[in-house]
């Protein structure tokens, strides 16, 4: 065989085996948070939306169940506490009719909220953290419409809320 070959062979086969001895430590898991037991406390709400409770908090619960790596549980069992406030809904108009521009064809939903996590020994885990979120509501048929498509969207605005908190708190450790 010439020489250049077993060369540039040997070569190929040296790239292998660090490539190899490089990703041996990869782990597609990612850490696991320092607590498995969580107490989530009824969600605090300073909006003008009292509905947005009921299915933040219904989200938020749906979250770490389908999660499945934290186990909900009463406060005298809890490793850690979460305590989410919503503080801020605002609905701001998104787009206006390209026939009649004194008519709004779509609204902005923003729901804000803060979030700390504790630990029963007091390590601060996270403190009034932000989080927020803004989606459209749209309609075709015209403004009287935006009253439902605003209705309609909320649950969505609700469960990315929801989905953020419980990846801050089972996110990366």
């Known amino acids: 065989m010439p020489r250049h070959i077993l060369q540039f062979s040997s070569f190929i086969l040296c790239l292998v085996g660090l490539a190899l001895a490089g990703c ?14 969580i107490y989530v406390e009824p969600v605090d709400n300073r909006t003008v939306a009292p509905q947005v409770v009921a299915l933040f908090s219904k989200n938020l619960r749906e979250e770490f169940l389908r999660d499945g790596s934290l186990q909900l549980v009463d406060r005298d069992q809890a490793e850690v506490t ?16 390209s ?4 008519q709004v064809s779509s609204l902005l939903l923003n729901l804000g909220a803060t979030g ?3 630990g029963k020994d007091g390590t601060i885990y996270f403190e009034n ?4 979120r803004t989606n459209h509501a749209f309609t075709t048929t015209g403004p ?5 498509a605003r209705y309609q ?8 809320i929801a989905r953020d908190v419980k990846n801050a708190v089972t996110g990366v450790w």
């Open 24 to 37: 041996s430590s990869y782990s597609r898991h990612a850490a696991k948070p320092p607590f498995h037991r």
């Open 82 to 97: 979460l305590t989410v406030r919503l503080v801020s809904y605002d609905i701001n108009t998104g787009a206006y009719s």
């Open 99 to 102: 026939r009649d521009t004194d």
């Open 116 to 118: 700390n996590l504790i």
């Open 129 to 132: 953290r932000p989080f927020q």
């Open 144 to 148: 009287q419409d935006l009253p439902s």
């Open 153 to 160: 969207t909320l649950p969505s605005v609700a469960e990315q």
